[in-house]
């Protein structure tokens, strides 16, 4: 248990830091780079919690593609950060002010109220089933009970793509394209000239 | 040992299937054919639509659940499915014309369209918090992109990414106020949440801040004051058929779902939601009366009129009780006829082949377009809600329903509102009849235009004639939705 909870603080220490450094870095590719650390924590967190399945998810998806499409895009950008930060000190008086007040706001409406269920409502998650694995857990009900959200899921996606193609998607002309009918119907003399060489003259 | 389970049973979505399905089928005739193809699509979308409608009218309608309780088709879902479809047909097809003139025919935009129109009627149908979201953003997601169809227009870009930057923000809410419901109640099921919430005794605190950021997410959707700030800019740079497409389709669903969302699952908690729908419907209608006598573009005009007019349907919900779902059913019923007639207007307003946007250039048309003028003239003075024009009528529900709710302030401030809103429309009118004509606009009006103005122009005008089979279809779609 000691173990147990003592990782779970490492770790949730770790992402909360990373977290940080992910809006501080002056570097932004150092930002992104803090994000994926702050990924591979959570993960951590999540095999702690016993959902290895959403851990191995967000190594997969969140470092192995999201993350690192962010590092592509901040390095091809080349936008300057710095420049973008310069009102941060201006503005930053205001900021927290208004920060600070929210804070106080949500204490006092929050502050006197402990989050049970009232009567009557349903219980909250069903405890994990015996010997089914969290994989074919979720896969059970995401085919099953949540089929139609999984289809609109789907829809989604596609619109999604279909947008990404819309808005982007120039036809440039003069691109040389390959064009594999052309290659293999050319023939000999089409491609191959034969000259005649005097000797001791060149072309 | 696999457990077996019976498919769900389909038959209630299939108007639903049929959009999906043709959307892809019609994705793949657009990508193999090229854009040559888009006024095909186009045809065929239209087709799909009037089918699912068909099949929408047909279908099952007393309160059929099916997909385990998170999709639900009852009389209320009919009435605002058919109507989706009417306002997305129709908004396709005025299309076709600024398609051509401006270079946009991309096989894309009726397929998005397609997809739009099924989010809608998605969200119409939703019986589950998890449900509602993917209705909305599928809808929201696809009308992004169409607002920035127009790519190589600066405008047209600012809105789309304006709209996308700030419709996140409102999911984002949107979905922390389902957290906080489902982290409450322990239920996404709208059955389930009025179960749990009609027992009465004390509500806790933190589903009512869960309820406040729902409404706030859904307002943004709606476009109601405070959540408003991107309606004008993203009226005015969307492409103008988008516009129109805007002001009718999504604004019907999203009313549609904040009349679900409000009396089914909430419908328990009347007197905690009452009082932020009283204020956001006020501040709706003000605002909108007052900030369009600035306006000289049209397009934002219409913006700020179809944020007053949210006002006035939101003050049937406001009302809680089944006259004024009425009301606000009815209200949404007249202002898709209007809106689709302006904007078939607003979309003939074309000089030397370039759509023109400023209310001066409608200046004279009652000499160079008589008819024309004569259906903007309806439209107006039904918007502005002058007797015995339709807009009359829807208004007059909604404030009855007030009235009978013991809403007397907002029953008031909402008639002096409409006298303010009163001023813009009468405006314009003015300006087509006897200000001095500025040059013609270019002819001839495509023929479908013409069938859809003249068809919207004889709805508004002789509405009072025959309103019986609309408030009769409002009233079944009120009361399948109040229990």
Known sequence: ?203 | MPTVHAVPDLAPALPEVILAVVAMALLMLGVFRGDGSTRTVSWLAVAAMAVAGFFVITGPSDGVVTFSGMFVVDRFAVFMKVLVLIGSALALVMSFGYLRDEGMERFEFPVLLVLATLGMLMMVSANDLMALYLGLELQSLALYVVAAFKRESLRSTEAGLKYFVLGALSSGMLLYGCSLIYGITGATDFAALSAALSGGGEVPIGLVIGLVFLVSGLAFKVSAVPFHMWTPDVYEGAPTPVTAFFAVAPKIAAVALFLRVMMSPFGGLVSQWQQIIVVVSIASMVLGAFAAIRQDNIKRLMAYSSIGHVGYALVGLAAGTAEGMRGTILYMTIYLVMNVGTFAVILNMKRAGAMVEGIHDLAGLARSRPLMALAMGIFMFSLAGIPPLAGFFAKLYVFLAAVNAELYALAVIGVLASVVGAFYYLRIIRIMYFDAPSEVFDAPVASEMRVILAAAAVFTLFFFAYPAPFLAGAEAAALALVR
Not at chain 1, 91 to 98: D, F, K, N
């Open chain 1, 1 to 203: 248990m000691i173990v147990q909870t003592l990782t779970f603080c490492l770790l949730a220490a770790v992402t909360l830091a990373s977290g940080v450094m992910v809006i501080s870095a002056r570097n932004p590719v150092h930002s992104v780079l803090f994000l994926i650390l702050a990924f591979f924590n959570s993960a951590g967190l999540f095999v702690l919690m016993g959902a290895e399945f959403l851990a191995m998810i967000m190594v997969i998806v969140y470092v192995g593609a999201v993350a690192v499409l962010f590092l592509f895009v901040v390095m091809m950008l080349d936008i300057n950060f710095v420049e973008l930060r310069q009102g941060f000190l201006q503005y930053l008086p205001i900021g927290g002010l208004v920060g600070l007040i929210m804070l106080v706001e949500l204490l006092l409406v929050l502050g006197g109220w402990a989050i049970r269920p009232p009567a009557g409502v349903v219980a909250a998650a069903e405890p994990a089933v015996a010997g089914v694995s969290n994989t074919e857990a979720l896969g059970s009900l995401l085919y099953t009970r949540y089929v139609y959200l999984f289809q609109a899921a789907g829809m989604v996606l596609l619109v999604a793509m279909i947008g990404a193609i819309v808005l982007t998607l120039r036809t440039r002309a003069g691109v040389r394209k390959q064009s594999i009918s052309r290659q293999v119907s050319r023939r000999r003399d089409e491609a191959v000239e034969v000259k005649e060489v005097a000797p001791g003259s060149g072309i």
